[in-house]
T-cell receptor, first 110, second 115 residues
Framework: SQQGEEDPQALSIQEGENATMNCSYKTSINNLQWYRQNSGRGLVHLILIRSNEREKHSGRLRVTLDTSKKSSSLLITASRAADTASYFCATTSGTYKYIFGTGTRLKVLA | DSGVTQTPKHLITATGQRVTLRCSPRSGDLSVYWYQQSLDQGLQFLIQYYNGEERAKGNILERFSAQQFPDLHSELNLSSLELGDSALYFC??????????????FGPGTRLTVL
């Protein structure tokens, strides 16, 4: 079963708007990572947040982590058409296994 | 370009056959991971190798096997192929291995079609 579940499954917004996607997981984690995947391509690492961190920023990306709720959110500000992709969260929980969520498909309309 | 290479890019074969997918990690990376991505199952972790040794196993079928060679490249062998094995197979690499503290770099994938 999937450790991470992203929500929403799909999101369509206008260029310039902010996009927020959420990830929920089931067990305690070491850290949580977000990846982006353009259609049919390999995943690209965006950001890593450790279990003892609550918020992290990287450029237009803001990630929060709430370990009490076992959830994380990824905010993309001032979205661009080039942000159109699928976004996945990935967790590890004391093992070496990376568990990826089901992904959010983001479409940014120009 | 992530620095991870995978060959071949596309593979079309018949049920019952055996194929080998190859992955070369980024220079300096010691860990190699294999994933299967299909429409209905999402991205599934299959197996990880670190410096030639198996380190973690995910939902890998018994018909599938992998190994990492001394030069750190890895091969994923899929045998007795079934229609349901049609998917994108990704290889990823990272420098270390411990508990997910390392960013993974993904290759472009091999698209396997079983007819």
């Amino acid at each position: 079963s999937q450790q991470g579940e992203e929500d929403p499954q799909a999101l369509s917004i206008q260029e310039g708007e902010n996009a927020t996607m959420n990830c929920s997981y089931k067990t305690s984690i070491n850290n949580l990572q977000w990846y982006r995947q353009n259609s049919g391509r390999g995943l690209v690492h965006l950001i890593l947040i450790r279990s003892n961190e609550r918020e992290k920023h990287s450029g237009r990306l803001r990630v929060t982590l709430d370990t009490s709720k076992k959830s994380s959110s990824l905010l993309i500000t001032a979205s661009r058409a080039a942000d159109t992709a699928s976004y996945f969260c990935a967790t590890t929980s004391g093992t070496y296994k990376y568990i990826f969520g089901t992904g959010t498909r983001l479409k940014v309309l120009a | 370009d992530s620095g991870v290479t995978q060959t071949p890019k596309h593979l079309i074969t018949a049920t019952g056959q055996r194929v080998t997918l190859r992955c070369s990690p980024r220079s300096g990376d010691l860990s190699v991971y294999w994933y299967q991505q299909s429409l209905d199952q999402g991205l599934q972790f299959l197996i990880q190798y670190y410096n030639g040794e198996e380190r973690a196993k995910g939902n890998i079928l018994e018909r599938f096997s992998a190994q990492q060679f001394p030069d750190l490249h890895s091969e994923l062998n899929l045998s007795s192929l079934e229609l349901g094995d049609s998917a994108l197979y990704f290889c990823a690499s990272s420098y270390g291995t411990s508990g997910g503290y390392n960013e993974q770099f993904f290759g472009p994938g091999t698209r396997l079609t079983v007819l």
